[in-house]
């Protein structure tokens, strides 16, 4: 994970475990998971708008590449630039998967799946809602 030291806007571990909700830390920094359904307010959110790392602001995805996959977490068919997540194999629990971290702060965001062809680019970026915050666009 970026620290710091190498990006200024990365905060500490310390000021993370102060302003995060315990299940949002254990999600963001140790790789948990959320219950499905359990993040309404992001689920049900459809206003235009950008969806930012909970952890360190960067933003991530952007409502018009929302779509409602109905598996429980928030979907998005591709993220807002091609640098803004990073994904990495993840082996845990006795599977393959693709893991989808923010590039800016490492932090855990959930996992991406080649399993939505209703979609332009037929990806499904499962996102745990607790990793997200949501900005409105200006009216």
């Not at 970026?2 to 254990?26: F, G, I, K």
């Not at 909970?54 to 977490?73: D, I, P, V």
Request: aromatic share 8%; net charge negative; proline share 7%.
């Amino acid at each position: 994970m970026a620290t710091p030291d190498q990006n200024p806007s990365v905060p500490t571990e310390e000021a993370l475990r102060a302003r995060l909700r315990p299940e949002e830390y254990d999600v963001l920094r140790r790789g948990g998971t959320e219950r499905p359904w359990s993040g309404t307010d992001i689920l049900e959110e459809h206003r235009t708008g950008i969806y930012r790392c909970r952890a360190c602001g960067a933003e991530l995805f952007r409502s018009t590449e929302k779509f409602e996959s109905g598996c429980g977490w928030p979907s998005f068919f591709d993220p807002r630039d091609s640098d803004a997540v990073v994904l990495r194999t993840d082996t845990s629990h006795g599977m393959v998967r693709t893991e989808v971290r923010c590039a800016r702060c490492g932090s855990h965001l959930g996992h991406v799946f080649d399993d939505a062809p209703q979609t332009p680019t037929g990806q499904r970026y499962c996102i745990n809602a607790v990793c997200l915050d949501f900005a409105p666009a200006e009216s």
